[in-house]
């Protein structure tokens, strides 16, 4: 492969869960931008739609298809739907995740608990275990969990959030050491504080950003295209030889 063509993801297959807004919406058109034909899901038909009509008006291709991670029937439905449409997967991201409590992790009531595990837990490994196996039917392809720098650091008042986030970060060791013979990689990318609506609790908060940006070297929080490319280089055969990582994209979180 030629340097020119490191990025090229042309003929691939890609589905991008959470797709339908923030880091899923750019992670998304950007992998449409470099050839791929992108799978945008989420939980509303609608919104997915929507992101799939900016990809085609910028003449990329993509469908939408909705699919609720924390719901094991539609896992396995939209895995199934691929398969008998495309025959193949060649990228997974596996980007949706919840974060429905916010407060003192003593006081995490259950149905949040189990909400956070279903959705960033659960739904993270049995996409991966679909994904893989539809990858591995055809010589391999790239699974990017979308984890944080909170798997590393907790947050503060994002006690069950984080660990959902560490264990995402084992996962994805766990399939890279047993996926590669099939030719499938997995990586993880850790995002810092990235200006969403699903982080608005903690960029929208000038208290916990004034605690936070100390820490922080590149003194900002990051935009939702800035963890892009990250995920292109994951995705395509520029990381060729790239499992088992976890790839920081913080602004120096991680070293502050």
Known sequence: MSNANLFDLSGKVALVTGASRGIGESIATTLAAYGAHVIVSSRKQDACETVVAKIREAG???????????????????????????????????????NPYFGAIVDTDLSSFQKTLDVNIRGYFYSSV????????????SIVNVA???????????????????????????????????????????????????AAALVQNPEVLNRMMPHVPMRRVAHPDEMAGAVLYLASGASSYTTGTALNV??????G
Do not use: W
Request: aromatic residues 4%.
């Open 60 to 98: 990329g291709s993509a469908e939408a298809i909705a699919c609720h991670i924390g719901e094991m029937a539609q896992i396995e439905a939209i895995f199934a739907a691929i398969e008998q449409k495309h025959g193949r997967l060649d990228v997974l991201v596996n980007n949706a995740a919840t």
């Open 130 to 141: 679909h994904g893989a196996k539809l990858m591995a039917k055809n010589g391999g392809g």
């Open 148 to 198: 944080s720098v909170n798997g590393v650091i907790p947050g503060d008042m994002q006690g069950i959030y984080s660990i959902t986030k560490a264990a995402v970060i084992s996962m994805t060791q766990a399939f890279a050491k047993e996926c590669a013979k099939s030719g499938v990689r997995v990586n993880a990318l850790l995002p810092g504080a990235t200006d969403t609506k699903f």
């Open 250 to 255: 913080d602004g120096g979180y991680l070293i």
